[in-house]
């Protein structure tokens, strides 16, 4: 990836280009399969985390492509006059890639994350919605913040067993970064993404905000109307954490000397 389609938002090279840009260059890379490539999200609540947790911190700055999900990603490359002009979200990302491989004849995909019901669901809808698409696994993990060596294994070996291109992990940030960035080298696999909420989306059990919503950057809203107690940190606490980084930064940039 070019330094051209990155800038620097508090600290992070956050991907710039849009989705399209994006959508393209990971079903590109995926064709070429020269590595294992991965993708996470940048939310002000992911970067106030971060601060606090190390590894995470590390696995964001690892991912190959670190898309500006969440408006006030927008908002920040706008006080730095900085190129990011669309907020890219994981859902985007999901539809995107998986209907460019749909209309380019079909890949391999594998579904980690969540509960069986959801992941029966996800199998459903992706058979009507991307037809020249093949789930090949889909896997739920024990839901706790940590695992043993002995489950870490049980997953890599079900996932390489099924041969998969694409490789879609929807546990809870930072719970997911992490996974991946760990093991990113023992997985058989030519893309990853780190997409959180977007199995829940997906089938419809949580609904996104309204799409009036979305295009206003107030996705955030409805969602924290509906969970106030999951939620409030976010817009309350881990906002005015990163917009003080934000505000930092262009200071800094502000007062150096212009060649």
């Avoid at 070019?2 to 938002?9: G, H, W």
């Avoid at 999951?230 to 817009?235: A, D, K, M």
Wanted: glycine share 8%; charged share 25%; with cysteine.
């Amino acid at each position: 990836m070019s330094e051209a389609s990155l800038e620097n938002v508090a600290g992070y090279s956050v991907y710039a280009k849009g989705l399209v840009a994006c959508a393209n260059e990971i079903t590109e890379a995926i064709a070429r399969g020269e590595r294992p490539r991965w993708l996470a999200c940048l939310n002000p609540h992911s970067f106030a985390v971060a601060l606090d947790e190390p590894e995470f911190e590390a696995a964001l700055r690892d991912a190959d492509w670190l898309i500006p999900d969440g408006a006030g990603i927008v908002l920040a490359s706008r006080l730095l006059q900085g190129a990011v002009r669309e907020r890219v979200t994981g859902a985007d990302v999901f539809h995107g890639v998986n209907q460019h491989l749909n209309d380019r004849g079909g890949a391999r995909v594998f579904f980690i994350g969540s509960t069986e019901e959801t992941l029966g669901r996800i199998r459903e809808k992706m058979a009507l919605d991307y037809p020249s698409l093949q789930v090949v696994g889909t896997y739920s993990p024990p839901f706790k913040p940590e695992y043993s060596e002995t489950e870490l294994d049980e997953m890599v070996a079900a996932i390489n067993a099924a041969k998969p291109d694409v490789l879609w992990v929807g546990m809870t940030a930072p719970k997911q970064e992490v996974w991946i960035h760990r093991l990113r080298d023992r997985l058989d696999v030519k893309f990853a993404a780190a997409i959180g909420a977007v199995f829940d989306f997906y089938t419809g059990r949580i609904k996104r905000s309204p799409a009036a919503f979305q295009r206003l950057g107030l996705e955030w809203l409805p969602r924290l109307l509906q969970e106030p107690r999951r939620l409030w940190r976010r817009t309350f606490v881990s906002a005015p954490i990163f917009l003080g980084h934000v505000v930092r930064q262009r200071l800094r940039s502000g007062s150096e000397p212009r060649a």
